[in-house]
């Protein structure tokens, strides 16, 4: 795991991972709480487990034990925390996060919202399986797990994300 001093929430990250999940930023509650994903209302952690990712529902505290099943966090604004509207416009490190994506070699880095794939890749994305890589890395694109976006919010494509690794297992 590497983090600075201005680092919002640490990436959890180290060579042979399998999956990388990518947000767009730390919100307000996971900030507070130094957790990824830990507003009640965010629904990471149970998809997670849903998807087969996980043998249980981890809590939010838990975040670091994610690579003990080949799985790791990061977000492309590292150093800024709320809603992507309230971001400025340069949060978004993209050359750091291919970077620490070369640096460790997923399988897999699934963006935990259109929003994160978007500003990833430069251009508007669907859900699933990407054309392109990155770092590396194959990529896919999930829809948003935050209480804020639950209106696009299907499980779906996390038991496709599971199923992808699985085929490749």
Not at 29 to 57: D, I, K, V
Not at 72 to 85: I, P, Q, S, V, Y
Not at 138 to 148: A, D, H, M, N
């Amino acid at each position: 795991m590497h983090a600075d001093d201005h680092t919002i929430l640490p990436d959890v990250l180290r060579p042979g991972l399998r999956l990388v999940f990518c947000g767009t930023a730390a919100g307000r509650r996971s900030a507070a709480e130094g957790a990824y994903y830990a507003h009640p209302g965010n629904l990471f952690w149970r998809a997670l487990h849903q998807a087969g990712l996980t043998p249980r529902q981890l809590a939010p505290a838990e975040f670091t034990r994610l690579p003990d099943y080949g799985i790791g966090l990061t977000d492309l604004a590292k150093r800024h925390a709320g809603n992507d509207n309230e971001l400025p416009r340069d949060a978004f490190d993209v050359p750091a996060l291919i970077g620490r994506i070369e640096h460790c070699t997923p399988e897999l880095l699934a963006f935990t919202s259109k929003n994160a794939g978007r500003a990833a890749l430069g251009h508007a994305v669907d859900y699933g399986l990407q054309a392109e890589t990155l770092g590396g890395a194959r990529l896919f694109v999930l829809p948003s797990p935050s209480g804020q976006a639950r209106g696009h919010w299907t499980i779906q494509p996390w038991l496709a994300l599971a199923a992808q690794l699985s085929r490749h297992a």
